[in-house]
C-alpha cells in the first residue's frame, strides 16, 4: 500500500514493513521487487510503500529519515529496526528474519 501523510498513522497496525524511497532514485527501483518478494512470502507482516514527495513529508520528518532506500520495521507505528541503502536478497532476508 501506497502510504502518505492521510493514512499513514491508521495504516501501520501490527508488524509492518516499510519501504522508503525517491522517484529517481536507482537503488530504490532495485530493491522494491526484492523486498516485495521476500516480504510476499510471510503472513506475519504487511508491506507498505512511502514515496518521498509533498505529500509525505510528515511521515518522512515523524521517522526521521535521511537517505532512501530505507526500510523500518514497525510494530503499532513504532519503530523496531531500520535499514540503510540497497542491500542484497540474501542479507536482507536475513535482517528480515532476525528483526521481525
Known amino acids: 500500500m501506497l ?17 522508503v524511497s525517491g522517484e529517481s532514485c536507482a ?3 532495485s530493491l522494491m ?3 516485495n518478494d521476500l516480504v510476499s512470502k510471510r503472513d506475519d ?3 507498505h510503500h512511502v514515496e518521498v514527495d509533498d505529500y509525505s513529508m510528515g511521515f518522512v520528518q515523524e521517522y526521521e529519515i535521511y537517505s532512501v532506500p530505507t526500510i523500518l520495521i514497525l510494530k503499532d507505528g513504532k519503530e ?13 532476508e536475513v535482517w528480515l528474519n532476525a528483526k521481525i
Open 45 to 47: 507482516v504487511v508491506l
Open 80 to 92: 523496531v529496526s531500520r535499514c540503510r541503502g540497497f542491500q542484497p536478497e540474501e542479507i536482507l
Open 27 to 29: 537503488n530504490c527501483l
Open 33 to 35: 521487487p526484492v523486498l
Open 3 to 19: 502510504l502518505n501523510d492521510k493514512n499513514y498513522k491508521e495504516n501501520l497496525k501490527g508488524t509492518c514493513v516499510v519501504e
